[in-house]
């Protein structure tokens, strides 16, 4: 049995998805009785903000796809030994290597990361660059006309598709060769912003019109939306440049044995979710 967090998120969807497509047993965890998971998953009722609620979740599971960044990742990796798991793939960042504790990212990956070391269990580590899927971000943008204001607008990213995470997962959940191993997720290409709305634009037939905002627009924008902690870890990224996620790597390619999926796929596969 795999247990899967994030079932109603994208990666965790995706991943779940691809399980039971290869027939293998999975349990979803949600957080609210009734959440809708993927056909063929039993879903289970768990926080991982609270190690106590994942008792039943974690009865019989051989494998967790586990997210980053929750209250207690000791405690909850200490239940997870307890019950009888034997491997974590734990999903984490390109941040995560910086280990740069005045970021607030950039700590809670790097936290989960040391954690998952230090929990005994085997491992393996899913360092995702920006996902493609934060382009529904834009949505109600894309509701409200044609314009698409995106921050930072002259950072390139190696953006990859959840869908590829999610394979690598499997992969790494049920196959050999992936205990201790730390695989760099990436898209086969590095776009700015207004290549990603112009891809959008000829996949959606819209005449999108891309406005990169200022840095002091950019605040504004962020700090609506996430708290003031997490708008500074960007602004570090992005402004100061910590962080570079610019570069490609071949680790997609070299696990699946077919090239990364595009921005352009992954907006065709998700062109109705814009409509
Ligand atoms: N976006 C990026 O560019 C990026 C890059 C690298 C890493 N990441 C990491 O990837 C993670 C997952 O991203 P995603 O896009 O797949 O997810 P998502 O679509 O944003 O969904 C978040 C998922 O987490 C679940 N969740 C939230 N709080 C929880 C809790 N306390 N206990 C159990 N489940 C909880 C949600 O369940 P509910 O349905 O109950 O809300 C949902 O399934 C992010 O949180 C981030 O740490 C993101």
Redesign the pocket.
């Known amino acids: 049995m795999y247990l899967i ?9 995706e991943l779940t998805r691809a399980l039971i497509a290869a027939g293998e047993p999975v349990r979803a ?4 009785a009734g ?1 809708a998971v993927p056909e063929g998953a039993e879903p289970v009722v ?5 190690p106590e609620s994942l008792t039943g979740a974690l009865r019989g599971v051989r494998g967790i796809f586990l ?4 209250d207690d990742m000791p405690g909850m990796l200490a239940r997870a030994g307890e019950a009888g798991v034997r491997h974590v793939v734990l ?4 941040s995560a290597a910086l280990e740069d504790m005045g970021n607030a990212v950039s700590r ?2 790097t936290l989960s990361e040391r954690a998952v070391r230090a929990s005994g269990l085997a491992w393996t580590f899913l ?5 493609m ?2 382009a529904l971000r834009w949505l109600p943008q894309l509701r409200e006309g044609d314009v698409v204001r995106v921050p930072f607008p002259g950072v390139r990213a190696a ?1 990859v598709d ?1 869908f590829d995470i999610a394979a690598v997962a499997a992969r790494a959940l049920t196959g050999d060769g992936h205990d201790g191993r730390v695989h760099e997720l990436t898209g086969p290409e590095s776009l700015l912003p207004a290549e990603q709305v112009a891809v959008l634009a000829r996949v959606l037939g819209r005449d999108l019109r891309f406005v990169g905002l200022s840095d002091e627009e950019a605040r504004a924008y962020l700090e609506a939306r996430m708290p003031r902690e997490y708008v500074d870890a960007f602004f570090g990224f992005n402004v100061d440049g910590t962080l570079d996620e610019s570069r490609v790597h071949p680790d997609v390619e070299r696990i699946l044995g077919r090239p990364a999926r595009t921005f352009d796929q992954w907006a065709t596969t998700h062109a109705t979710a814009f409509a």
């Open positions: 967090t994030g079932a109603t998120g994208n990666v965790g969807g965890l949600v957080r609210r959440a768990g926080d991982l903000n609270r997210l980053p960044g929750y999903l984490s960042g390109g809670y990956m360092r995702a660059r920006a996902f899927s934060n953006c959840p």
